[in-house]
């Protein structure tokens, strides 16, 4: 059986009509489309056209694509961490990868910039970017799906679900003539454009204004560089806003935005871990903030920076083991008349976040509204996800509260929990409500709101962001 592509450029085609870039170089024919296609999204630049399209990528030029890739589908920004997980690369794009979940190098910390990139690494790569995009639920290859492929046999094991993606959901195929798929075979730049492109199209949502790329430098609280991709959107007004923003006609420039975050206003003194408090607005509400506003502001990385010092995230349970400690908080639960009384939760958190911990519980304990908290989830080391990156439990910095009526809803439409219906549960968390506000007070992210990738997580609350 051969597979072929169906209408993925013609897609492109019907938004309208664009300027056509200047190529140095020039892509194949066939390519021209999806290539515009990649440029007018900013996943490429004008640049990428100073090779030939032809000649086989780089892996440090496909990871940039990829990285674009990833931000522009998430529309979150994008940012280094201090600590280079590579040897061989300073480049910003393999350590942002690396930390988005997209690469893991050959576990001695090399990266190979300047080496090539086969057709099967390529798949492997791609499908760990858009499961840590938040958009894949779970994916069983379909029966037949490599029937008629002659090379099949040579696609690696570890490869194989990866390939097998790439062709169920139509962002690759064999070749036209024979079916044959040729794992084996480097990448091209046009390849990589024209996957990246399809991916967009699958995956991304479309947008009214031009998409704009920038690296903005900052330093975290250790004077330590700290490079963020920073995607914005020019809309119609003229006001260029932060690109998860797209969608909203009044969101503020993000020129003003990044001016006034910088200006120091918006803190009320410091948690013990050296975390800004929020300060109220005039409604006495603190902002509940987006992930990729901690990203752009250079907060995400000061925050890593506090948990994990100079040292790299933890990659086993032993060494993560040794940065917990347990705590035990005082809450509200309600008897069987739903009287409320005083008990308590115990669990394990990161030791850096300790007396944060016991001070937003206190807090929430203390108010008038006694607001029910009958379970709790914190640290607990699981396997990494398929995308190779951790969940932020692993790392004692995320607190599930009240699972069950507090349900989790991704994009895929799975769901853990059972509902979430504030008004009519005590024990859903409303976004004004004190254990959302009180979170938010002391720097921590709400997954009711905190991402753009479509994954709505009521439950969770987490200090990193994700």
């Known amino acids: ?25 020039d892509p194949s024919d066939w390519a021209v489309s999806a290539v515009e296609g990649a440029m007018r999204l900013s996943i490429i630049s004008e640049e990428y056209s100073q090779k030939p399209y032809q000649d086989p990528i780089s892996r440090g030029d496909f990871i940039n694509v990829a990285v674009n890739l990833y931000a522009t589908i998430t529309a979150e920004n994008v940012s280094t961490h201090s600590k280079n997980p590579f040897l061989d690369t300073n480049d910003p794009f393999p350590n942002m990868a690396y ?111 031009q998409i704009q790329t920038a690296l903005r430098q900052t330093r975290d609280s250790k004077g330590n560089t700290i490079q963020t991709l920073i995607k914005t959107i020019t809309l119609s007004s003229g006001a260029t806003v932060a690109l998860a923003n797209a969608d909203d006609p ?15 206003s918006g803190s009320a003194g410091y948690a013990p871990s050296g975390t800004p408090l929020q300060v109220p607005d005039e409604n006495g509400l603190y902002r509940l903030k987006t992930y990729s506003e901690t990203l752009a502001s250079g907060e995400a990385a000061e925050k890593e920076a506090r948990v994990f010092g100079d040292g790299g995230k933890y990659t086993s349970a032993e060494e993560a083991d040794a940065h917990m400690t347990e705590v035990t908080v005082k809450v509200w639960k309600l008897d069987d008349s739903g009287n409320p009384y005083a008990s308590t939760l115990t669990f394990r958190i990161n030791s ?39 969940s932020d439990h692993n790392y004692g910095t995320a ?18 929990g059972t509902f979430y219906d504030p008004a009519s549960s005590v024990y859903s968390f409303p976004e004004d409500g004190i254990v959302v506000q009180t979170f938010a007070k002391y720097g921590w992210l709400w997954g009711g709101n905190a991402w753009v990738s479509g994954t709505v997580d009521h439950m969770h609350f987490t200090y990193l962001g994700k």
């Open 1 to 25: 059986m051969k597979r072929v592509l169906i209408c993925v450029l013609a897609v492109m085609l019907a938004a309208g009509s664009v300027i056509t870039p200047a190529f140095a170089y």
């Open 99 to 209: 930390y988005a979940g997209l690469v893991s190098g050959d576990g001695e910390g090399h990266f190979f910039p300047t080496g090539t990139l086969t057709r099967q690494e390529m798949c492997k790569i791609i499908t760990s970017l858009l499961d840590a995009a938040g958009v894949l639920g779970p994916y069983f290859p379909s029966e037949n799906v490599f029937e008629g492929m002659p090379d099949a046999g040579d696609i690696a094991p570890w490869a194989q679900n990866h390939v097998a993606f790439m062709l169920d959901n139509n962002l690759m195929a064999g070749d036209y003539e024979t079916g044959a798929f040729r794992p084996n075979d480097n990448v091209t730049r046009e390849e990589a454009a024209i996957i990246a492109y399809r991916c967009f199209i699958a995956y991304g949502r479309d947008f009214d204004g």
């Open 250 to 264: 009044n969101a503020p420039d993000i020129n003003q935005t990044l001016a006034s975050n910088q200006g120091g």
């Open 352 to 390: 850096v976040l300790k007396d944060d911990v016991i001070a937003i519980f206190d807090e929430i304990y203390n108010s008038p509204v006694k607001a029910p908290l009958k379970d709790v989830t914190a640290y607990g080391w699981r396997n990494a996800m398929s995308s190779g990156t951790y």
């Open 399 to 416: 607190i599930d509260l009240n699972y069950n009526e507090n349900y989790c809803i991704y994009p895929s439409g799975a769901v853990v």
